[in-house]
Every structure is written in structure tokens, then in C-alpha cells.
């Protein structure tokens, strides 16, 4: 399921190389947040919002993460 950098490779070294890991950290991402928004976005104070909305903020952060690094890799790369 993986790629060989990921299966080879430390940590530092698949941030925003790994395609799988940013599709599936894009589709939790869009699975994640609009589940939230309409279950419990009328009370956010409930334990089953705060885990789901920490889950969110994880998906969504380690993404931005995986982009950020990637576009860095890119401007490195072309110069």
C-alpha cells in the first residue's frame, strides 16, 4: 500500500513524498471535517466533538504539513 520511501525510509525523509499518505490524509480531511460540522458543531462541548474535531485538526494539520514540505522540495529542487 505504501511507497519504497515510506517503507524504507525515516520520518523526515516521506514528508511530502509519500502520494498515498497525502490522498488519504486529503480524504480523511474531507470526510472528517464535514461530519463534524454537522453533527456536532451546534455543541462543540461534548467529549465526541472533542475527539472528532482533535482528529480533524491532526488529518488537516499532518496534510498542510505534507504540502508545505512538498512545495519546499519543489522550489529547492528548481533552483
Known amino acids: 500500500m505504501s ?3 515510506c517503507e524504507e ?3 523526515k525523509q516521506k514528508i511530502g513524498r509519500c502520494r498515498a499518505c497525502m490522498m ?3 480524504v480523511l480531511s474531507l470526510i472528517c ?3 463534524w460540522w454537522w453533527n456536532y458543531a ?3 462541548t461534548l467529549v465526541e466533538s472533542i475527539a472528532l474535531l482533535f482528529f480533524c485538526i491532526a488529518f488537516s494539520g ?3 504539513l505534507h504540502l ?3 512545495i519546499y522540495r519543489k522550489l529547492s529542487a528548481a533552483e
Open 24 to 26: 488519504q490524509l486529503t
Open 42 to 44: 451546534d455543541n462543540p
Open 62 to 64: 499532518l496534510l498542510s
Open 33 to 35: 471535517w464535514p461530519l
Open 3 to 5: 511507497c519504497k520511501d
Open 9 to 11: 525510509s525515516i520520518f
Open 68 to 70: 508545505v514540505v512538498l
